[in-house]
């Protein structure tokens, strides 16, 4: 079948699809199937003239799922698919009939002695069934023949199922022989303390639980939890009691202290949770009844009715739905597994794609909103495309808005031909999770979340939004950097919905924190799902040692203690086969002995790996790297409380489950006291109060934290008295009528909330959704239900604004161009260096002397060779001067992705995300002394010239490596008035001004010093000092500046002097990864102080950076990227030779 034809039957095209006013005739369509006497009640209720109760609604809306399931049959050519899917209903239906009848009624309830064995009964049964025991349908025709039975004249056949039955549950060979039939499945009793099945152990010496189920084998990233099928989700569905019919679905509305007394609020569980149901209020009891029937079309349509985004919740994602359902003594309904079933049946579906992306924006048991509304010309740009902010795009595109998406991180495009074209079939859409493109779109759904949830479902989404021609998404761009609120304002925009989600991850004050082999678990599994480290394919690099040990309670720890391990063993083997390639004796050439050390660790556990690769294959088995992962130490989670009061496993305990079949380790009455180290610095082991009292020490080469993090509140700290913070912890809340509304943190989601911050412009005014806002944080579903709920305060609020005259055209090219990053042109003449001008114009209007950005090329489309991507992962690029709407950057020609940057081209779409870093302060009438190196140099082409511009006596220091190393002379002297050139060793540059100097000197302490002396320079006059350059460098100034160094004295008492820290860095979004944290200390006792995120603030008062730390960050990849930069080498050259062939 294809569609276009099918489609054409009913006067439709594929593009009518896309525009309102094809939809109008859709639903028109769907008017005429509908009985005249429905068709009359679905006006009147679309008018608001019914008067149904809660209950009549809910039926009326499930009638017209029936009808609307037969619609999209005829439209779309699918009678066979879906009458096969009810047939399919039908069979599980007879399954569940005979299991209440004959085993939950009968067989549970037999109390009589029972004569012969189960395996005697079931013998006995088959030659009355007629069938044969290895009959995959035997299940399926014991439940109709038992159904077939009459209660009078076969009263001992239907005796003798009984006994069968209660033998199948006591009976040793009858358990194994039902063990996976959905008519023996039976809910378990609750018992809050003990959900997770846990056994005792120790892991290196210390007491620790562990699963007491049979663990999984896990290879790779690939999705590792294939949800339940068809047949298992019968059972649920059987289970369910559809209590909508009678105001108790309390799965979605919220579990009452008391029925019909809402005042009374929501019961708590065990775990003092409130219990208010899903915060989207889904109709899920009426989705159950309708996929009963196998009408799965209707079913997804009711459930889209409150949750359009179903696709980003379900399996692993939530179960508040769970929580609240009506049975709290025993396993409730899996509801979750139910509704992703229930997308995933009709995504299986021929254009199951189209069907989902048609009842998106068209859904006929909605009684208002059921169309996209006509344009409105309000246009609304949402900052962030995580769940939160792509809900927002949906609503209001929905709303006739123009939205435009934002987002920090990298989007990749999606292909014209699926943009364009109708999709037949899902797996033309699924990628495998192990080597997708790595999209970027969904937030922290896409980097956060590990692959136990399918991520095909955020490109389902993506694709969904991306098609509507009210919404534009642009990936790279940092809200207050690329552009901010008075921006968008100017540029014509009604209203900012900040969607930036959580940040700021909590950092550990203890012994060597952030040490060398220590880092927040934010920024592992953001270097591992978003940078590409864990791919083949990938040049990005990411070290990580065992054993490992993660810090925290929460869900992120459990992810982030999964991925460790199947993290390890990629990279031990990826490790392995580029040494291999490129020649042991080659890589160990320079490197350190620690890297050594490190690398005869690697490549032994890369063999082992291989081995057990073999073995398994020989078998025919999977692999098992369990015994391995122990074997070289595995992996513990540490919580400072006990496994049953961790927030893990009193939200979702069964991610703790999950981890624990991976052979997860969980540490209890844990408190990290310090970090120890090795002779080379780095982790070796953690110490630990266990239960408060004694202390312990557990071995660790790896420690990761994931202690928590807060309301995303960077842009109010950025600009300050831009946005108020409550608390110091989140943006103060406004309503509608902007009167200020204080947080209660006892709110609840389904209470009234504050959807405004204090921004205004006029009257337009800037949302809080998502992690950002205090009622939604923590979870995807409620960030999901904050975008949900807040859009219509936020459509309210652009109603009273005055007509916007801008043409949605004109804003969304102004946007395209602006925020489009292209290749303008590449000078690579000089082997060193690559001079790049890139076209950004709102880059390049907000950027400012001394900020810097986040480069990328796209995955998609990049070439492959060797089986390696050549794709620039992240760079960190200094700007050194802008025009009206181009960066120039100097990129030095050292490392792996900056090896790239020479193969770009002149209209090369590129990512440039940014700017961010703190601009140089631009004091006025100050003599000011930059000491910098070739980086340094780079830099000081701009803010030398705004120093000066600024009215100040500029003095460069510029310590070179040679002659050669100068770039730029003519514009470096237009930025200084006095130029001290030195090299460190060879023929000196020449001093072109009378006022500059040259000499050979690499000790940079040393000549400052001879300087001052030779009156040349006299410090004394110095107000400020600005070092940018190794840290070898920088540790020198700190020491000879200080008390008692051989520069303090000739410098003034109020120096001002600052350091520009070169920590590394991946998503520069001022607070979010943690991968740039820096610690600082009191100079005067070498106490730590704070650690500060040097994205945000990379010119630090020299004092108090503490140096050792930067040290240790700088290196945490030392070796991985030491063997990148060969691997890479050996690509090129292969793709050099196959070309000069």
């Given at each position: 079948?294809?569609?276009?034809?099918?489609?054409?039957k009913?006067?439709?095209s594929?593009?009518d699809?896309?525009?309102r006013?094809?939809?109008?005739?859709?639903d028109?369509?769907?008017?005429?199937?509908?009985p005249e006497e429905?068709?009359q009640?679905?006006?009147?209720?679309?008018?608001?003239e019914?008067?149904f109760t809660?209950?009549?609604e809910?039926?009326f809306?499930?009638?017209l799922?029936?009808?609307?399931n037969?619609?999209?049959?005829?439209?779309?050519?699918l009678?066979?698919?879906?009458?096969?899917?009810?047939?399919?209903?039908?069979?599980?239906?007879r399954?569940?009939?005979?299991?209440?009848?004959?085993?939950?009624?009968?067989?549970?309830?037999?109390r009589?002695?029972?004569?012969g064995t189960f395996?005697e009964?079931?013998?006995?049964?088959?030659?009355?069934?007629?069938?044969?025991?290895?009959?995959?349908?035997l299940?399926a025709?014991?439940?109709?023949?038992?159904?077939?039975?009459?209660?009078?004249?076969?009263?001992?056949?239907?005796e003798?199922?009984?006994q069968?039955?209660?033998?199948?549950?006591?009976?040793e060979?009858?358990?194994?022989?039902v063990?996976?039939?959905?008519?023996?499945?039976f809910?378990?009793?609750l018992?809050?303390?003990?959900?997770?099945?846990?056994?005792?152990?120790?892991?290196?010496g210390?007491?620790v639980?562990?699963?007491?189920?049979?663990?999984?084998q896990?290879d790779?990233f690939?999705?590792t939890?294939?949800?339940?099928?068809?047949?298992e989700?019968?059972?649920?569905?059987?289970?369910?009691?559809?209590?909508?019919?009678?105001d108790?679905?309390?799965?979605?509305?919220?579990?009452p202290?008391?029925k019909?007394e809402?005042?009374?609020?929501?019961?708590k569980n065990?775990?003092?949770?409130?219990?208010t149901?899903?915060?989207?209020?889904e109709?899920?009891?009426?989705?159950?009844?309708?996929e009963?029937?196998?009408l799965?079309?209707?079913?997804?349509?009711?459930t889209?009715?409150?949750?359009?985004?179903?696709p980003?919740t379900?399996?692993?994602?939530c179960?508040?739905c769970m929580?609240?359902?009506?049975?709290?003594?025993?396993?409730?309904?899996?509801?979750p597994?139910?509704?992703?079933?229930?997308?995933?049946?009709?995504?299986?579906?021929?254009?199951g794609?189209e069907?989902?992306?048609l009842?998106?924006?068209?859904?006929?048991?909605?009684?208002?909103?059921y169309l996209?509304?006509?344009?409105?010309?309000?246009?609304?740009?949402?900052?962030?495309m995580g769940?939160?902010?792509?809900?927002?795009?949906h609503?209001?595109?929905?709303?006739?808005?123009?939205v435009?998406?934002?987002d920090g991180?990298?989007?990749?495009p999606l292909?014209?031909?699926i943009?364009?074209?109708?999709?037949?079939?899902?797996?033309?859409?699924?990628?495998n999770?192990?080597?997708?493109?790595?999209?970027?779109?969904?937030?922290?759904a896409?980097y956060?979340?590990?692959?136990?949830?399918d991520?095909?479902f955020?490109?389902?989404?993506?694709l969904?939004?991306a098609r509507?021609?009210?919404?534009?998404i642009?990936?790279?761009v940092?809200l207050?950097?690329?552009?901010?609120?008075?921006?968008a304002?100017?540029?014509?925009?009604?209203h900012?919905?900040?969607?930036?989600g959580?940040?700021?991850p909590?950092?550990?004050?203890?012994?060597?924190?952030?040490?060398?082999?220590?880092?927040?678990?934010?920024?592992?599994?953001?270097?591992?799902?978003?940078?590409?480290?864990?791919k083949?394919?990938?040049?990005?690099?990411l070290?990580?040692?065992?054993p490992?040990?993660v810090?925290?309670?929460?869900l992120?720890?459990?992810d982030?203690?999964?991925?460790v391990?199947?993290y390890?063993i990629?990279?031990?083997?990826?490790?392995?086969?580029?040494?291999?390639?490129?020649?042991?004796?080659?890589?160990r050439?320079?490197?350190?002995?620690?890297d050594?050390e490190?690398l005869t660790?690697?490549?032994a556990?890369?063999?082992?790996?291989?081995e057990?690769?073999a073995?398994a294959?020989?078998a025919?088995?999977e692999?098992n790297?369990?015994?391995?992962i122990?074997?070289?130490?595995?992996?513990m989670?540490a919580y400072?409380r006990t496994?049953?009061?961790s927030?893990?496993?009193?939200?979702?305990?069964?991610?703790v489950?999950?981890?624990?079949?991976?052979?997860?380790?969980f540490?209890?009455?844990?408190?990290?006291?310090?970090?120890?180290l090795?002779?080379?610095?780095?982790?070796?082991?953690?110490?630990f109060?266990?239960?408060?009292e004694e202390?312990?020490?557990?071995?660790?080469?790896?420690?990761?934290?994931?202690?928590?993090t807060?309301?995303?509140?960077i842009?109010?700290?950025?600009y300050?008295g831009?946005i108020?913070i409550?608390?110091k912890?989140h943006?103060q809340?406004?309503?509608l009528?902007?009167n200020?509304v204080p947080?209660n943190?006892g709110?609840?989601n389904?209470e009234?909330?504050?959807?405004?911050?204090?921004f205004?412009?006029?009257?337009?005014?800037?949302?809080?959704?998502?992690?950002?806002?205090?009622?939604?944080?923590g979870?995807?579903?409620k960030?999901?239900?904050?975008?949900?709920k807040s859009?219509?305060f936020v459509?309210e609020?652009?109603d009273?604004?005055?007509e916007?005259?801008?043409?949605?055209?004109d804003?969304?090219?102004?946007?395209?161009?602006?925020l489009?990053?292209?290749?303008?042109?590449i000078?690579?003449s000089n082997?060193?260096?690559?001079?790049?001008?890139i076209?950004a114009p709102?880059a390049a209007k907000?950027?400012?002397p001394?900020?810097f950005?986040?480069?990328?090329?796209?995955e998609?489309?990049?070439?492959?060779v060797?089986?390696t991507?050549?794709?620039?992962?992240?760079?960190?690029?200094?700007g050194?001067?802008s025009?009206?709407d181009a960066?120039?950057?100097l990129?030095?020609q050292?490392g792996?992705?900056?090896?790239?940057?020479?193969?770009?081209?002149?209209g090369?779409?590129?990512?440039?995300?940014?700017?961010?870093g703190?601009?140089?302060?631009?004091?006025?009438?100050?003599?000011?002394?930059?000491?910098a190196g070739?980086w340094?140099a780079a830099?000081m082409?701009?803010i030398?010239?705004?120093?000066r511009?600024?009215?100040?006596?500029?003095?460069?220091?510029?310590?070179?490596?040679s002659?050669?190393d100068?770039?730029?002379?003519d514009?470096?002297?237009?930025?200084?008035?006095?130029?001290i050139?030195a090299?460190?060793?060879?023929?000196?540059?020449?001093?072109?001004?009378p006022?500059?100097?040259?000499?050979v000197?690499?000790?940079?302490?040393?000549l400052?010093?001879?300087?001052?002396?030779?009156?040349?320079v006299d410090m004394?006059q110095v107000d400020?000092?600005?070092?940018?350059?190794?840290?070898?460098?920088?540790k020198?100034f700190q020491k000879e500046?200080?008390?008692?160094?051989?520069?303090?004295?000739?410098?003034?008492?109020?120096?001002?002097?600052?350091?520009?820290?070169?920590?590394?860095?991946?998503?520069?979004?001022?607070?979010?990864?943690?991968?740039?944290?820096?610690?600082?200390?009191?100079?005067?006792?070498?106490?730590r102080?704070?650690?500060?995120?040097?994205?945000s603030?990379?010119?630090?008062p020299?004092?108090?950076v503490?140096?050792d730390n930067?040290?240790a960050?700088?290196?945490q990849?030392?070796?991985?990227?030491?063997?990148s930069s060969?691997?890479?080498?050996?690509?090129?050259?292969?793709?050099?030779?196959?070309?000069?062939?």
């Open positions: 079948m294809v569609l276009e034809e099918q489609l054409q009913y006067g439709l594929f593009q699809l896309q525009s006013e094809g939809l109008v005739e859709v028109t369509l769907y008017q005429q199937i509908l429905v068709l009640t679905f006006l009147q209720w679309r008018r608001g019914t008067s809660a209950i009549e809910s039926e809306q499930i009638k799922g029936e009808y609307l037969t619609f999209i049959a005829k439209l779309f050519g009678e066979n698919e879906t009458d096969a899917l009810i047939e399919r209903a039908s069979r599980y239906n399954l569940m009939q005979f299991k209440e009848q004959f085993i939950q009624r009968g067989a549970k309830r037999y009589q002695a029972i004569e395996a009964h079931h013998a006995a049964l088959l030659e009355k069934v007629g069938a044969e025991d290895s009959d995959p349908e299940e025709k014991i439940a109709n023949y038992a159904l077939s039975l009459d209660a009078e004249e076969n009263a001992a056949d239907i003798a199922i009984h069968w039955g209660s033998l199948a549950e006591k009976d060979a009858g358990i194994a022989r063990e996976n039939w959905i008519t023996f499945k809910p378990a009793r018992d809050f303390d003990n959900l997770v099945a846990t056994e005792e152990t120790t892991f290196q210390i007491p639980k562990v699963g007491a189920n049979p663990l999984r896990r790779g690939d999705l939890d294939a949800r339940m099928d068809r047949y989700i019968a059972s649920e569905i059987e289970y369910c009691k559809y209590c909508h019919d009678h108790g679905d309390f799965c979605s509305i919220g579990f202290v008391k019909g809402p005042e009374k609020g929501y019961r065990p775990f003092d949770e409130t219990l149901g899903c915060p989207l209020d109709m899920i009891s009426e989705m159950q009844r309708l009963k029937e196998g799965s079309i209707g079913a997804l349509a009711i889209m009715v409150e949750n359009p985004m179903a980003a379900g399996h692993r994602i179960n508040d929580k609240s359902c009506i049975y709290q003594r025993a396993e409730p309904v899996n509801i597994q139910i509704e992703t079933g229930v997308l995933t049946t009709v995504l299986d579906l021929p254009y794609v069907l989902y992306h009842l998106a924006r068209w859904n006929p048991l909605k009684p208002t909103g996209p509304a006509e344009e409105n010309n309000r246009k609304v740009l949402v900052a962030g769940p939160a902010g792509f809900t927002m795009t609503y209001l595109s929905q709303e006739g808005c123009h435009v998406g934002i991180l990298k989007i990749e292909p014209a031909s943009l364009n074209q109708p999709i037949k079939s899902w797996d033309d859409l699924e990628e999770l192990d080597d997708r493109i790595l999209a970027g779109f969904g937030g922290v896409e956060g979340i590990t692959v136990r949830w991520k095909n955020l490109k389902l989404i993506y969904t939004l509507r021609q009210n919404v534009d642009y990936g790279g940092r207050g950097g690329t552009l901010t609120l008075d921006d304002f100017d540029l014509g925009f009604d900012v919905s900040l969607a930036v959580a940040g700021l909590r950092v550990l004050k203890i012994d060597n924190s952030l040490a060398k082999g220590m880092k927040q678990a934010s920024d592992f599994l953001m270097a591992m799902q978003l940078t590409g480290a864990a083949d394919t990938s040049i990005a690099n070290q990580v040692r065992l490992a040990v810090i925290g309670g929460g992120t720890a459990i982030t203690a999964t991925e391990q199947a390890y990629k990279q031990v083997e990826k490790t392995l086969h580029r040494v291999e390639i490129l020649g042991e004796e080659k890589i050439e320079n490197l350190s002995p620690e050594n490190t660790e690697f490549l556990h890369g063999l082992e790996v291989r057990e690769r073995k294959a020989a025919g088995i692999p790297f369990n015994p391995l122990k074997k070289w130490g595995g992996v989670i400072r496994m049953q009061e927030p893990a496993y009193t939200l979702n305990h069964e991610e489950t999950k981890a624990f079949e991976e052979g997860i380790h540490g209890e009455e844990l408190n990290p006291l310090g970090v120890e090795d002779q080379y610095g780095h982790v070796k082991s953690i110490r109060t266990k239960s408060s202390e312990v020490v557990v071995p660790a080469r790896a420690v990761l934290v994931a202690a928590g807060s309301p995303n509140t842009y109010g700290t950025e300050p831009s108020e409550e608390d912890h943006f809340g406004y309503d009528e902007g200020l947080f943190w709110t609840n389904k009234a909330f504050a959807p405004f911050t204090s205004r412009r006029g009257e337009k005014r800037v949302s809080y959704i998502g992690d950002t806002h205090p009622v939604f944080n979870n995807v579903v960030a999901i239900a904050s975008a949900k859009s219509r459509m609020a652009l009273r604004l005055p916007n005259t801008l043409s949605n055209k804003l969304a090219l102004t946007m395209q161009d602006g489009t990053a292209t290749i303008q042109s000078d690579a082997p060193t260096v690559c001079e790049v001008w076209k709102m907000n950027f400012k001394g900020q950005f986040r480069m990328q090329t796209f998609t489309g990049s070439e492959i060797e089986g991507r050549l794709q620039i992962p992240l760079l960190t690029v200094s050194t001067g025009t009206d960066i120039r950057l990129v030095f050292w792996t992705g900056q090896r790239l940057i020479p193969s770009l081209k002149p090369d779409k590129v990512v440039l995300a940014g700017p961010t703190a601009p140089t302060d631009l004091p006025s009438g100050k003599t000011i002394l930059v000491v070739r340094g830099v082409l701009d030398g010239f705004a120093l511009s600024a009215g100040n006596r500029v003095i460069y220091l510029a310590a070179m490596g002659k050669g100068v770039d730029h002379m514009e470096l002297e237009e930025g200084a008035d006095q130029i050139w090299v460190g060793k060879g023929d000196p540059i020449e001093a072109r001004r006022q500059d100097h040259s000499v000197e690499w000790d940079v302490i040393k400052i010093r001879e300087l001052d002396d030779q009156g040349i004394s400020r000092l600005m070092a940018m350059g190794s840290t070898g460098m920088l020198g500046l200080s008390a008692g160094g051989s520069l303090h004295d000739r410098f003034k008492e109020d120096l001002h002097i600052t350091g520009t820290i070169g920590s590394p860095m991946q998503c520069m979004m001022k607070g979010v990864c943690g991968q740039c944290l820096q610690w600082q200390i009191d100079p005067a006792t070498g106490e102080t704070q650690a500060v995120f040097t994205c603030q990379q010119d630090q020299l004092k108090n503490d140096l930067l040290t960050r700088t290196s990849n030392r070796l991985p990227d030491i063997i060969h691997w890479l080498s050996h690509v090129l050259e292969a793709k050099n030779s196959a070309e000069s062939e």
